[in-house]
């Protein structure tokens, strides 16, 4: 995997999709990796009965996805300097995680692209992710 350079990164450049299937054993997972052990991100029945259809993503999860989306594209030597993103509809196990992207500006040494993670109710996280790349 090789790393953008700035003559591959324009202001409208599109980001390829990126899908994820958000198992259960995902949901779980990534909640535990984050040391998150809130009963609505791996018991169906603790989410149930706070209101919930079924577990979901916790926030660290999202955000580490949305780097990830945007890393994947950019290369390992890009640099993430700032993501701001907003929630919105749950990330529910057994629905799919679809991302996409566009660079939307550029400053002397980084670029921003705004990023949207939609599932099958909507938007789950949208905002933006700023990067720079290594000097040429």
Do not use: C
Request: net charge negative; proline share 4%.
């Amino acid at each position: 995997m090789r790393t953008l350079t700035d003559d591959d990164v324009a202001i409208g450049s599109v980001l390829p999709e990126l899908s994820i299937e958000l198992t259960p054993t995902v949901v779980v997972s990534t909640a535990l990796a984050t040391m998150d052990f809130t009963p609505v991100h791996h018991d169906v029945e603790g989410a149930r009965a706070q209101g919930s259809k079924d577990i979901f993503l916790n926030i660290l999860t999202t955000m580490g996805l949305v780097e990830r989306y945007v890393t994947d594209w950019a290369g390992p030597e890009a640099v993430i300097r700032r993501i701001n993103v907003k929630l919105g509809v749950p990330a529910y196990a057994g629905d799919r995680l679809s991302f996409n992207g566009t660079v939307v500006s550029r400053s002397e040494t980084d670029y921003t692209v705004e990023v949207r993670g939609k599932v099958s109710l909507g938007d789950h996280a949208t905002g933006t992710v700023t990067f720079s790349l290594p000097e040429s």
